[in-house]
């Protein structure tokens, strides 16, 4: 008689690598249905608004991605089913026609994220396992509900668990499930096409972190990371972070091998590594505060000075207000999917605070384009830069002019992007 499989749903964790929540699902023992589901809801367009929520450039790179992966489970024996659709109503008819034992799956906090999973596992046996962060939930001296507000407390608790940090192995081989295949209908095919400024997939990934390890640009991090462009500035691993194709704690490990030269290089490496914690620490402010974060009053009780207005937003988001240095950052992510960390800084201070304009949509605009976009990392930062989460200092600004004199001191990035005005 056929054993029982166990259905495993990829989520942002298209890995072989270090991905916990799979190993769980193999510790089983039992055959394994992997599956990988395009959201319907990635299509439809945002409330009040007239995208949706994925543009080219995360899409192509998804693609990419669930090629990469398929190929991989393909050389561990086994085969990735791809489907599009609602992946509740997908993974609960799976679970039928294959008899499924169980659903595993990586555990994501948001609230859309949350509701599937309550949907699925009022109706079968879901199993949930945390993967996309430094340290979980059992390992912060702190229960979730009494996570830091502010980062640097987040950051002094959890920083001294660094040299804990693990990674599991590689999974090479993965028992395929040996009953009727065609009880499962495969619905979606992916389109190919020419890769736009990052390659997707786990093994484009590993080999960028490779890449930028070993060219020594970590060493120089504090130096270099509030820079425009460049090839090093910074590590540029948030693509492939924020889908999951790479471990958070495989670059963790990597940063922490003891070939540091001199003091600026050790600097470097804990500002680093610093950064990748402001990304747990989002990851438990949306543990804490869920839905809260997402409104446009924020965590804040006063009353927020936004408002819908959609003549500032299309100025903005298309990249011709008037101020050069945003424009040419507004364009440079429509043309590529990204942005360095001070343009986004930049362009979420001028939408909110000068333009006044409903800092939701900025956010809600970072969501289509961006090729990194990560739900905790983007609406934490943007209710932070909007004086809507959890900066100090609520009204912080930022001179444009001195900005732009500073990091674009000869001008050739907003000459590269141009500027309509
Ligand atoms: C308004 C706004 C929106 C943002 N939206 C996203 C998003 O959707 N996805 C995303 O991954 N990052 C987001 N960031 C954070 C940051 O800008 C990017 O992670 C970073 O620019 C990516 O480039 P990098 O990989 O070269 O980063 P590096 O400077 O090399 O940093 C290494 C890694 O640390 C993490 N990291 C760095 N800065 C932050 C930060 N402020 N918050 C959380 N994690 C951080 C990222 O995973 C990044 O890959 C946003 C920042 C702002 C101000």
């Known amino acids: 008689m056929t054993q029982q499989p166990v259905i495993y749903w990829f989520r942002n964790d298209l890995r072989l690598h270090d991905n916990p ?10 055959p394994i249905v992997p599956v990988f589901i395009f959201d319907d809801k990635w299509w439809t367009n945002f409330p009040d608004l007239d995208f949706p929520r994925i543009a080219a450039h ?10 990469n992966l398929s190929e991989q489970i393909q050389n561990a024996g086994n085969h990735l089913l791809i489907f599009k ?6 993974l609960k008819e799976l679970y039928v026609r294959c008899d499924a034992q169980a659903i595993y799956a990586q555990e994501e906090y948001a609230a859309e994220e949350l509701s599937e999973q309550s949907m699925l596992s009022e109706q079968l046996h879901l199993q949930l396992t945390p993967g996309s962060m430094l340290f979980t939930p059992d390992q912060v001296p702190f229960t979730v509900d009494k996570s830091p507000f502010y980062y640097t407390a987040f950051k002094n608790k959890v920083e001294p668990l660094g040299v804990y940090v693990s990674t599991s192995p590689t999974i090479t081989h993965m028992p395929r499930y040996q009953g009727d295949q065609t009880a499962i209908p495969e619905v979606y095919s992916i389109p190919t096409g020419p890769s736009g400024l990052f390659k997707g997939g786990e093994t484009a990934g590993l080999e960028r ?20 462009e460049g090839a090093h500035f910074s590590s540029h691993l948030a693509p492939w972070l924020a889908n999951g194709s790479l471990s958070v704690r495989k670059i963790w490990q990597h940063l922490s091998a003891p070939s540091q030269p001199d003091e600026e290089a050790q600097i470097s490496i804990k500002t680093l590594k610093e950064q990748l914690i402001w990304r747990d620490y989002f990851r438990y402010l949306i543990m804490r505060y869920g839905e809260k974060l997402f409104w446009l009053k924020g965590l804040r009780t ?5 408002y819908n207005d959609y003549d500032a937003f299309n100025m903005w988001r298309e990249g011709s207000t008037g101020q050069p240095l945003v424009d040419a950052l507004m364009r440079e992510l429509k043309a590529t999917g990204f942005m360095s960390n001070r343009g986004r800084m930049l362009v979420s201070f001028y939408l909110s605070k000068e333009l006044k304009v409903n800092w939701q949509w900025g956010a809600a605009w970072f969501e289509y384009l961006l090729v990194d976009y990560d739900v905790y990392s983007n609406y934490g930062n943007w209710a932070y830069q909007s004086g809507r989460g959890t900066d100090s200092r609520v009204n912080r600004r ?5 900005q732009a004199e500073k ?3 000869t001008g050739s990035f907003v000459k590269k992007y141009g500027s309509q005005k």
């Open 21 to 30: 929540s799979l190993q769980k699902a193999l510790s089983t023992g039992r």
């Open 58 to 67: 995360r899409l192509t790179f998804l693609y990419e991605t669930v090629l």
């Open 85 to 90: 659709g609602d992946p509740v109503v997908i």
């Open 209 to 228: 972190m490779e890449t930028y390890i070993n060219s020594g640009a970590p060493w120089r991090y504090s130096e270099t990371r509030n820079q425009l």
């Open 302 to 306: 006063s009353e927020p000075t936004m």
């Open 398 to 402: 930022f001179n444009l002019k001195k």
């Open 407 to 409: 990091f674009d001191p």
